[in-house]
């Protein structure tokens, strides 16, 4: 259990020191501090105990104002303070950045493996 605040100035921190490449990669995701998981994540199959999860909703794209979105997608990263620690931040951290980028569990596992 960490305070969410101090997880936020972390990860603030973090999201500085990631390579252009990520960052720019991440401009349209956004991160998320909770306490824990809200009811709508828990009914989006995020576990109680999760430590932090990526989200992807709205696949098509959805009507806004008099057009449309050119950015159908809401992503966001989604930390859980009162499951984390503030040594596991940086990885959890990583591991949800990794799967923004694309990478599937499989593929972030052989990662952090190979890390
Ligand atoms: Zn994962």
Redesign the pocket.
């Known amino acids: 259990m960490i305070a969410p605040e101090l997880v936020r100035r972390l990860v603030l921190d973090m999201i500085a020191e990631l390579p252009e490449a990520i960052r720019s990669e991440l401009m349209s995701v956004r991160v998320v501090v909770l306490e824990a998981p809200t009811a709508l994540l828990l009914s989006e199959g995020v576990e109680p105990a999760e430590e932090?999860?990526?989200i992807v909703r709205g696949e098509d794209p959805m009507p806004m104002g008099d057009g449309f979105t050119d950015d159908p997608q809401d992503r966001a990263i989604y930390l859980f303070a009162r499951n984390l620690t503030r040594e596991r931040v940086r990885s959890v951290l990583l591991?949800?950045v990794?799967?923004a980028c694309g990478l599937n569990?499989e593929e972030?596992?052989d990662l952090e493996a190979a890390s």
Do not use: I, L, T
């Open positions: 932090g999860a990526y591991h949800e990794a799967h569990e972030v596992s």
